[in-house]
């Protein structure tokens, strides 16, 4: 792929245009990954998911992170 070095280096945009193009497919990618993992989640581990939004949600505070562990 012509200018995937450009991201991640020194920050040095050699050429705006496939900077750009690079930049499209990667958030095309990310928004592919989270729609799939999010479908993954339900789909398998959709009871451990709901345990673990619970606890992140009750854990506000240090000695309720403590007692869920």
Do not use: C, W
């Not at 690079?22 to 993992?37: E, P, W």
């Not at 993954?40 to 581990?45: A, D, E, T």
């Amino acid at each position: 792929m012509i200018g995937s070095e450009i991201i991640g280096r020194d920050g040095i945009n050699q050429n705006p245009y496939h900077l750009a193009v690079d930049q499209h497919k990667v958030l095309r990618f990310r928004q592919y990954t989270n729609i799939k993992q999010i479908f993954l989640m339900s789909l398998i581990h959709g009871k451990i998911y709901q345990k673990l939004r619970k606890i992140m949600y009750l854990s506000e505070t240090m000695e309720i992170i403590l007692l869920g562990l």
